[in-house]
């Protein structure tokens, strides 16, 4: 079994149900309101540990009951929450989503206790143990990630960051990445050019390959466009699926990439994996 840390977000999701999503000033009148798990972090650790993978994560939330509903779910998810503090007087991360009539979906995100997670917890060897893998997101402070990043590279475990929302990356970041995972509009703010199909979904990728030594490149209903440095992107189209919601579609995606990666499959394999898991579970199978 493969091990695979995560350092990053968790959220306690609103989800919210509606026609369509509103206009400046608009009040739009919803369906339906679930309470569930979130935060990209926590999304591709669980997803990671369905695929298969022994997940540890570091985070933290606040000491609240959300934060409590946050714990069990990881560790339902069979997730090992040694490295998540429990922060007082500080609320747990929190987001509401709108997802409309044709399954996408817009979000807000408070990021609370996630801004709080103790450098200590990234310091212990017993972490780092036989990790095949860490993955990192945008969602928690750049310091922390940068920290992460750094250990992981000192003990040669492989940094794969989902660099959603985008942002810049600090230069000493991107040394320590092996493996870039954008969507469509993340990489077109990273590097300029428009995805609207996979033709352009693989100029994207060799452009983001001169900076990354790899790139995952999902273009949403076109599929997904991938590169290695130094050589050619390649694509694999969508997989025809009836569309429930798009919500968590992209952690599910990157949660069984890195999976499949750390258990040595390569990267068009782990892609065709990823993309046929995230298939499944933008159709709610």
């Known amino acids: 079994m493969s091990k695979i ?52 994560f570091i985070g933290a939330v606040g000491a609240d009951e959300p934060g409590r509903f946050l714990l069990s779910a990881l ?87 989902n660099a959603a929302p985008a942002r810049e990356l600090e230069p000493a970041l991107i040394t320590c990445i092996d493996l870039l995972v954008v969507n469509a509009v993340e990489a077109r703010d990273m590097c300029g050019v428009t995805v609207e199909d996979l033709a352009s979904a693989r100029v994207a990728a060799e452009t983001l390959a001169q900076r990354f030594r790899q790139v995952v490149i999902t273009a949403g209903e ?29 952690d599910c995606f990157t949660g069984v990439l890195c999976h499949a990666l750390a258990a040595q499959q390569s990267l068009a394999s782990a892609v065709r994996l990823a993309n046929a898991a995230a298939a499944k579970h933008v159709s709610g199978g």
């Open 75 to 161: 560790q339902a998810g069979g997730v090992n929450i040694d490295g998540v503090q429990m922060v007082d007087g500080i609320a747990s991360g929190m987001s509401v989503a709108i997802s409309d009539a044709e399954g996408d979906y817009g979000a807000v995100v408070v990021s609370g206790a996630n801004q709080h997670i103790a450098p200590d917890a990234l310091r212990g060897e017993p972490l780092w143990r036989d990790a095949a893998m860490l993955i990192l997101q945008n969602e928690i402070a750049a310091e922390t990630t940068l920290l992460a990043a750094t250990a992981a590279q000192a003990r040669g475990i492989p940094v794969c960051i």
């Open 222 to 250: 076109h599929g997904v466009a991938f590169c290695q440095q130094g050589a050619a992107a390649l694509s694999q189209p969508a997989e025809k699926i009836r569309l429930v919601s798009t919500h968590g579609a992209g």
């Open 5 to 56: 840390v995560v350092v990053g977000s968790l959220h306690y999701d609103i989800m919210l149900d509606a026609p369509h999503r509103p206009e400046k000033g608009e009040t739009v009148m919803g369906t339906a309101c679930r309470y569930k798990f979130g935060g990209k972090g926590g999304n591709q650790a669980l997803a990671a540990a369905r695929a298969g993978a022994e997940v540890y």
